[in-house]
């Protein structure tokens, strides 16, 4: 079974940064490119980065291009997310995702099979 | 303001078939059979019922189905049960900007 828990949320100010986190397991996870999602309070989803299975390329939404940095380590099954000069429109829960199901387009398959349980971050003074 | 565009809101009566539209543009939804939708009940992570537009993955009800038309993309639910009642999302591939876009979600409830 497939599972991905994400940590290192918590309350921030602005301005400041975080960095999260998500443990892999149940699947061969340097097979599978991995994104993040968040999620802002009553609102709707938002894809916000991606990196390929080995680590070779990633991408990020407009919103968060040259603040958020997403990296990842195969020998320990885990993505990272760093999150700088962080804003109050950041605040979200932000998700792990893996990709899997479906067709691959450019490297990307938008067939998200898998979501962790979520991390919060709120920034806020 | 989200890129694909769904109805903010829809109901239905146990045993009756919604369907939810998700509206983009050639460079998203009508370019690429990439069209995926996703439930999510409250306080819930999202969880993935079809992919490729009409595809579900393995323990997903064959209730739900999926169509594409053009820029449009549907999910239909049909004999609609309580435990449907949730909020529905789709995103496609894009080739504009970012690569993966969301629809605004649709907030389902079971009359």
């Known amino acids: 079974q497939i599972h991905l828990v994400e940590s290192g949320g918590g309350l921030v100010p602005p301005g400041g940064s975080l960095r999260l986190s998500c443990a892999a397991s149940g699947f061969t996870f340097r097979s599978y490119g991995m994104h993040w999602v968040r999620q802002s309070p009553g609102k709707g989803l938002e894809w916000i980065s991606f990196?390929?299975?080995?680590?070779?390329?990633?991408k990020y939404a407009d919103s968060v291009k040259g603040r958020f940095s997403i990296s990842r380590d195969n020998s320990k099954n885990t993505v990272f997310l760093q999150m700088n000069s962080l804003r109050t429109d950041d605040t979200a829960v932000y998700y792990c995702?893996?990709?899997?199901?479906?067709?691959?387009?450019?490297?990307?398959?938008?067939?998200?099979?898998?979501w962790g349980q979520g991390s919060l971050v709120t920034v806020s003074s | 303001q989200s890129a694909l565009t769904q109805p903010a809101s829809l109901s239905g009566s146990p045993g009756q078939s919604i369907t939810i539209s998700c509206t983009g543009t050639s460079s998203d939804v009508g370019g690429y059979n990439s069209v995926s939708w996703f439930q999510q009940h409250p306080g819930k992570a999202p969880k993935l019922i079809l992919y490729d537009v009409s595809y579900r993955p393995s323990g997903v009800s064959d209730r739900f189905s999926g169509s594409k038309s053009a820029n449009t993309a549907s999910l239909t639910i049909s004999g609609l049960q309580a435990e449907d009642e949730a909020d529905y999302y789709c995103n496609s591939f894009t080739s504009t900007g970012s690569l993966v876009v969301f629809g605004g979600g649709t907030t389902l409830t079971v009359l």
């Open positions: 995702v893996k990709e899997g199901l479906g067709s691959y387009i450019n490297g990307i398959c938008p067939g998200f099979d898998s």
């Open positions: 990196i390929r299975y080995d680590g070779t390329n990633t």
